[in-house]
């Protein structure tokens, strides 16, 4: 009995949200992603079909690498790994292909991470008289990506206290040391990508003598200054914002954003004294505010943040149009760090030229139906927005099937026949099976569909091959109707009828040496056999001899070719 494979792959529409469109968009792009140097990166991708798709990823050096590396491995999930500093700062993308159409993703910002383990300075034993304004406690953290920010520990307690702050450059200052101040310090260096902590030696502040205390209004610490303070980050990260301020009474600390204190919450940590704050998730904003205040007056310092990676474009977009019609489509860009740059591709292919934030087709035809994509970019970003641009003919295109596939089966193999409908609407195309003059049409689930805008494919998966499907006649057979009167209804067919063949690795016998006397016409024969019936090529002195007359004899599995080249 004839066995079939039969595999559903639902049909295409256009409509943008209906799964099984022709047209589709990426339900989630590459994110921006950190890893850990000597960890696997993974990554993902989805779209909005559950279609059969061909992934590929491809690794950038920046947002103007259009080419890149294809990375081995393809699925909607990329492992790439052990990484390394080589891949901090790259970009990968990943593509789909849908039957020819073919979507680009965003670029995805990969970082590598990691933590030193030895401090660049570390803290040092100190004196400072009872009394004093200030004590500092040198620390430099390790290097690290991103860069650590540094903790201190006094006698191995966290240390959060009312009269002292961290500096940007990683130093402990202790304002109005009394007594109480003296102690053993360390410095710990922390990664927000969850690197371990590193602990510095420990310093020793040795208090010791008294000095008269003197009232000092709040005044600025230089060292926000001599570092030139100012935070930058990209869209999404954690960062730590410092605040701290001199002064006798030791000051009140509050960090702003705007007007609004920052309070501790999903998004954002804040110390009990207010001289620190970790905020996360970072998203669009330009500054902080540090104030700080005592009975003798109050000081604002700001801290610039630069926010990279803030670029957005709106997507997934249906244009509609008739032939004739201009089609017009704009990239929607914001939140751009700098001027961006557009790029404008079609089903995956770059088109040249394009190069402005507007792209208009004017005169369209049907063939310019299709994906398109622009993509925005500036040297930290570059996102992309998608068109499913469908142009409608005017003209009825009355349908046309043709069988595309081969005719031999091998027995005991699977078999796919293939057949390509065309027409304007696009067709709905049917496969059939004639036995004994009783044609039964086969189930259109069963069925696997491919479509684009202009024609669609019907593939017929025959599994395992028996005699019995030897001379069996398959119907291909297409239905549209007239745009215009819905009652006109065109139809079209076309057949194959399935051999089903015992495989026979090809042989051949070679024409025999001939001498021939010049001016006289040259034959030569040659002898092939195998099933299915192999072809043949002819070549003279290891060029092919294309053009020349040629009769062909089948019998019992022997294909028999008779060349006759005339003189020259």
């Given at each position: ?16 949200q ?5 047209a ?9 992603t950190?890893v850990a140097l ?21 690794l ?10 294809v ?84 006698d191995?307690e ?28 360390t ?34 610490d ?24 001199l ?19 999903d ?31 109050s000081q ?15 997507g997934g977009i249906?244009?509609n ?17 700098g ?19 507007i792209?208009e087709?004017?005169n ?37 099937v043709?069988?595309?596939s ?9 078999a ?44 017929l ?25 819905s ?42 056999e ?12 290891g ?26």
């Amino acid at each position: 009995m004839l066995a079939l494979l039969f595999v559903l792959l639902t049909g295409f529409g256009v409509n943008a949200q209906d799964e099984s469109s022709v047209a589709f968009y990426f339900k989630s792009e590459p994110a921006d992603t950190w890893v850990a140097l000597g960890e696997t990166l993974t990554l993902s991708c989805s779209t909005s079909t559950e279609v059969e798709k061909t992934w590929s990823w491809t690794l950038h050096s920046s947002t103007s690498d259009v080419t890149g590396t294809v990375l081995e491995g393809s699925g909607d999930t990329l492992e790439y790994g052990p990484a390394d500093m080589e891949l901090n700062n790259k970009f990968i993308t990943c593509s789909a292909d849908v039957f020819g159409t073919q979507l680009i993703s965003r670029y995805a910002l990969i970082r590598v991470s990691f933590l030193e383990e030895e401090f660049q300075v570390e803290p040092s034993d100190v004196t400072a008289k009872s009394g004093s304004e200030h004590a500092r406690l040198e620390c430099l953290p390790p290097n690290g990506n991103p860069a650590p920010y540094v903790t201190w520990q006094k006698d191995g307690e966290d240390l959060d206290q009312g009269n002292t702050y961290v500096d940007p450059l990683g130093g402990l200052n202790i304002l109005n040391v009394d007594e109480s101040c003296g102690g053993s310090y360390t410095c710990i260096a922390n990664s927000f990508q969850g690197h371990d902590p590193v602990t510095s030696r420990a310093g020793v502040l040795t208090v010791s003598g008294t000095t008269t205390q003197a009232s000092l209004p709040v005044t600025y610490d230089v060292s926000f200054a001599y570092s030139r303070y100012r935070i930058s980050a990209r869209m999404g990260d954690s960062v730590r914002v410092l605040c701290g301020f001199l002064g006798n009474p030791a000051p009140t600390f509050v960090i702003k954003i705007g007007s609004e204190v920052v309070k501790s919450s999903d998004t954002a940590e804040v110390s009990a004294h207010g001289t620190w704050a970790n905020l996360h998730s970072l998203g669009g904003i330009s500054a902080v505010k540090c104030e700080g205040s005592n009975s003798l007056g109050s000081q604002t310092m700001n801290i610039p943040i630069d926010v990279t990676g803030s670029l957005q474009v709106a997507g997934g977009i249906a244009v509609n149009i008739l032939e004739g019609e201009q089609a017009t489509m704009v990239c929607s860009e914001s939140g751009p760090n700098g001027d961006p740059t557009f790029s404008w591709y079609k089903n995956g292919a770059k088109l040249g030229g394009e190069t402005a934030r507007i792209l208009e087709v004017k005169n369209t035809m049907r063939a310019d139906s299709g994906m398109y994509q622009c993509f925005a970019a500036t040297v930290y970003s570059k996102e992309q927005s998608t068109f499913a641009v469908t142009v409608s003919a005017l003209d009825s295109v009355p349908v046309k099937v043709t069988v595309t596939s081969d005719e031999y089966g091998l027995l005991g193999e699977n078999a796919q026949l293939s057949c390509v409908g065309q027409g304007n609407p696009v067709p709905s195309v049917t496969w059939h099976r004639k036995e004994a003059n009783t044609v039964n049409a086969i189930a259109i689930d069963n069925v696997v569909y491919k479509e684009t805008f202009i024609e669609i494919l019907a593939m017929l998966n025959i599994a395992n091959l028996s005699m019995a499907e030897d001379g069996i006649e398959y119907i291909c057979k297409g239905v549209n109707t007239d745009l215009y009167e819905s009652s006109i209804i065109y139809q079209a067919d076309s057949s194959i009828i399935l051999q089903v063949v015992q495989a026979i690795e090809p042989s051949i016998s070679l024409p025999s040496t001939s001498v021939i006397k010049s001016g006289m016409p040259l034959t030569l024969i040659c002898s092939v056999e195998g099933s299915p019936p192999p072809t043949i090529e002819w070549f003279m002195n290891g060029l092919k001899i294309d053009g020349e007359a040629e009769e062909t004899y089948v019998t019992d599995g022997w294909v028999e070719y008779i060349r006759v080249k005339q003189p020259t």
